[in-house]
Nanobody, 122 residues
Framework: QVQLVESGGGLVQPGGSLRLSCAAS????????IGWFRQAPGKEREGVSC????????YYADSVKGRFTISRDNAKNTVYLQMDNLKTEDTGIYYC???????????????WGQGTQVTVSS
């Protein structure tokens, strides 16, 4: 019954911003580590960012460090990925994941959402 739903993707020009959301049903997202993955055409999936139940416990891929920020809103049982200064190479389908087990570090991507498309293009 664990379900994750991503939203917030879209088309944006280089240098623009998007905020992705990851909402959950069937479990309390607030209680587990959450990760974001992305997959661009012709490339393998890569981990983008993770957050533990402690919002200061975060990870960012080098490619997005300083541009992306992961956060939680426990009142809404939601995790966000704020993406600023977007580049064309950020284009891809973004997924949120969890294992409904770990509370720190990055979770194993056991459960996946449906993904949300991010396209950065001029």
């Amino acid at each position: 019954q664990v379900q994750l739903v991503e939203s917030g993707g879209g088309l944006v020009q280089p240098g623009g911003s998007l905020r992705l959301s990851c909402a959950a049903s069937g479990f309390t997202l607030n209680n587990y580590a959450i990760g974001w993955f992305r997959q661009a055409p012709g490339k393998e999936r890569e981990g983008v960012s993770c957050v533990g139940t402690d919002v200061h416990n975060t990870y960012y891929a080098d490619s997005v460090k300083g541009r992306f920020t992961i956060s939680r809103d426990n009142a809404k049982n939601t995790v966000y990925l704020q993406m600023d200064n977007l580049k064309t190479e950020d284009t891809g389908i973004y997924y949120c994941t969890t294992d409904e087990y770990r509370t720190t570090g990055c979770p194993e991507p056991v459960y996946w959402g449906q993904g949300t498309q991010v396209t950065v293009s001029s």
